[in-house]
């Protein structure tokens, strides 16, 4: 007995030492993870806040740039200069004046020095010659280094004192004649003040803020007074500028790290500096008790369950010393496999969402599953959700049953999922799922699966069969069965090509998708349930929702099998088509020639349309800027170089959406597939859509494309009322 006694302790002691072990590893393990996924988080917010600052400054260049022909032209007469310069201002949404320096006698007739210059002051422009004996730019470092510099330069930001205190920043450059003279220097002035709002309208964590500088150091842009004080942002600041300070790079190489702990909280200082001109820095910071402060409650909480659990463990050993040790130790076993089964059920049923509800959250889908596996883990799967206006869904079914099925199950899930985060081409799809799933297939277990894309604008169905059964389409109370091409189940060969098929939904239509635990059921006479039964169950349907009709078929199944033991996993999916018809109050169209310059007539009608709808200023301004961005991608990848071509600007709304459909006949290119640009490249060098699909996720509510009969349609919503 003693020996038993000294045995039972020496295994607690021992289940407690482990226990404390893999709670310490998975402690660091999963603090680890959460440090990688704020660098991530971190390195996101920069990579987003800085594509907003240079896609403004970029736009601010490109109005100077592209506008500098036209005050070349009318440097004959200086009386037409100013005109020009006003034009200039009028374009630009963010800028507050412009300003050509001529060099010294240019224009004789207006004395030494002529400098006109134009202010935004409201909603009018002020215009005035600023040179004169108080203000003589020649002695000027920023006209000196404009006209002495080959390519236009950003200045250091400043307060405008005389406007209203606004943070403001300069943009300059040297202008010639049409003789390839020197003319001088000019100007644009850009308003900083929007970038108050923009740099602190989300943040990754609660008490997270981001600061923007020079690249000297001095703050640009802090965070309001209100929710951080200035006492913090100086603190933070002096530790970026504080050389002598330990510093790391992160994993990606693309951010540098700053550790601090003080008597309040301690952080990490996330920052990195805008590619190219200017340099200014930007810096994110995120406290420790807001990204670790879970993970330790867990792991208190962990801790107390240990030792609960190590107390219950020494009250059984106690309790069945005496009981035979190979008994034991076999019921030990057998309850731990049960429980592993019971928790890979539990996780397994959870990850599927046996049985899902209709999407309420939406009006033009209903979706609804249902799986009921022959053992506690099975093989069958199922996967719905919702990405850029398109329902994307795959069913399937695994050779073989329990844990070894349940496994590859797994497998495909989640292999589904990553390859439809960026992929709209089911067939595509279906050949990455199975390249992955042929390598070291060693147990020769193959899946039949089918793969489906919805358009939900349209009711365009695109799909993808492996050898699974056809799924059922229900149109006006008659069912039939898809016209689905069988192709080889996933597994097999990882060179087989799948083929994709069409099919045009219409608004009611449903389809039934099924594994054979459905047609296969059978009852104690062996009878099978088989497809002419399923058929007709549908056919006496009705008009049900889609969770009526899994309920429908699941009694009508049972009822046939009378308590027979089920064989085989069971899943079924049911979804209906409902598009809803709004009345449309505004309906406005424009037509673009591919030709850049058209983009002054693409604000226009952006705005018209804005404020025929009166919709808050805010708001229009990134509409207008999420159109602009579109359009602009379009003239650059849908019309190769030196192609003519034509893009239809639809704009229509029934007072609570505004949705813009822009159609081109170009080459075809799908820019939600687009990655994050590299804003360090040109933009002729950039991937398609990479910048412009980043800003038009950031500000409208959802975009869908597709491409129907040649031609790529964008559709860009944003909700305006609710």
């Known amino acids: 007995m003693k020996k038993e006694g000294y045995s039972g302790l020496m295994i607690i002691v021992t289940a407690a030492v482990l226990l ?75 800028l507050r004046g412009a300003s050509i320096a001529f060099v010294p006698n240019y224009y004789p007739l207006k004395g030494r020095l002529y400098e006109p210059y134009v202010r935004r002051t409201g909603d009018s422009l002020v215009s005035r010659q600023a040179a004169g004996s108080s203000h003589d730019y020649t002695k000027s470092m920023m006209y000196n280094k404009a006209i002495q510099a080959k390519e236009g330069f950003w200045a250091d930001p400043y307060v ?49 803020f981001v600061l923007l500088l020079t690249k ?16 913090t942002s100086d603190f933070v600041i002096k530790l970026i500028n504080n050389n002598t300070i330990e510093r790391t790079t992160s994993n990606s190489g693309r951010t540098t ?72 130790t076999a ?20 990850m599927l969402q046996t049985r899902s509800s209709d999407y309420h959250e939406r009006d033009d889908i209903s979706v609804s599953c249902s799986l009921e596996p022959a053992k506690e883990v099975g093989g069958d799967l199922y996967v719905r959700f919702v990405r850029d206006e398109k329902l994307f869904f795959c069913i399937g079914d695994v050779s073989g049953k329990g844990v070894p099925a349940a496994i590859i199950m797994a497998v495909v899930h989640s292999l589904f999922r990553m390859a439809s985060a960026h992929e709209n081409n089911p067939a595509r799809i279906m050949q990455t799922i199975n390249e992955v799933s042929c390598q070291n297939n060693d147990s020769n277990m193959f899946v039949t699966l089918f793969i489906g894309v919805l358009d939900l604008p349209t009711g365009h169905l695109r799909y993808c069969n492996a050898g699974h059964d056809a799924p059922i389409i229900i149109k006006d109370q008659e069912a039939t069965s898809l016209d689905a091409k069988a192709n080889l189940p996933v597994g097999v060969f990882s060179d087989f090509n799948y083929e994709m098929q069409e099919l045009a939904l219409k608004a009611g239509d449903m389809l039934f998708l099924y594994t054979d635990g459905l047609t296969e059921a059978h009852n104690s006479q062996r009878q099978q349930f088989r497809l002419e039964r399923v058929m007709k169950v549908l056919k006496n349907m009705g008009d049900v929702t889609t969770q009526q009709l899994l309920d429908k078929m699941t009694d009508t199944v049972n009822r046939f099998m009378d308590g027979t033991p089920q064989s085989d996993d069971l899943t079924m999916m049911a979804i209906r088509y409902t598009p809803k018809e709004h009345n449309i109050v505004f309906v406005d169209e424009l037509t673009l020639e591919n030709d850049v310059r058209q983009t002054s007539k693409l604000n226009d009608f952006v705005k018209h349309i804005t404020g025929q709808l009166n919709i808050e200023s805010s708001v229009a301004k990134y509409l207008r800027l999420a159109v602009e961005e579109s359009v602009v991608n379009v003239m650059s990848y849908a019309y190769p170089q030196n192609t003519v071509g034509n893009i239809t600007v639809n704009a229509n709304s029934d007072g609570y959406t505004l949705q813009f459909t822009i159609t081109d006949s170009g080459v075809a290119f799908d820019p939600t597939e687009a990655l994050v640009a590299d804003t360090s490249l040109s933009a002729s060098d950039r991937p398609i859509g990479g910048l412009g699909i980043l800003l038009v996720r950031e500000l409208m509510d959802s975009i869908n494309y597709e491409r129907i009969n040649g031609k790529n349609i964008l559709k860009l919503r944003k909700k305006i009322k609710h």
């Open 20 to 94: 404390e072990v893999i709670s310490a590893a998975q402690y660091y393990y999963m603090r680890n993870e959460l440090s990688n996924e704020l660098e991530k988080r971190a390195e996101n917010e920069l990579v987003t806040k800085a594509i907003l600052i240079k896609s403004t400054l970029n736009s601010a260049e490109e109005l100077l740039t592209n506008n500098i022909w036209n005050l070349q032209e009318n440097m004959s007469n200086p009386d037409s200069v100013m005109s020009a310069v006003q034009r200039l201002v009028k374009l630009g949404r963010h």
């Open 160 to 208: 405008d004192n005389g406007g209203k205190g606004e943070m403001v920043t300069t943009y300059a450059l040297s202008i010639y004649d049409k003789k390839g003279k020197l003319a001088g220097a000019t100007a644009i002035d850009v308003s900083l003040q929007w970038l108050s709002d923009t740099i602190d309208s989300r943040r990754i964590y609660p008490s997270s």
């Open 216 to 231: 000297n150091g001095k703050p640009i842009i802090q965070p309001s007074e209100k929710r951080i004080s200035k006492i």
């Open 257 to 328: 790290k700053i550790y601090f702990d003080t008597d309040e909280r301690d952080g990490t200082i996330f920052y990195s500096y805008l590619k190219g001109q200017p340099h200014w820095l930007l810096a994110v910071v995120c406290y420790d008790d807001e990204v670790y402060g879970k993970l330790v409650q867990s792991r208190i909480i962990v801790l107390i369950m240990s030792l609960v659990g190590l107390l219950l463990l020494g009250y059984i050993l106690y309790r069945t010393t005496h009981y035979a040790r190979n008994l034991q």
């Open 331 to 350: 019921r030990m076993e057998q309850e731990h496999i049960n429980s592993e089964l019971r928790i890979a059920s539990k996780i397994q049923m959870e």
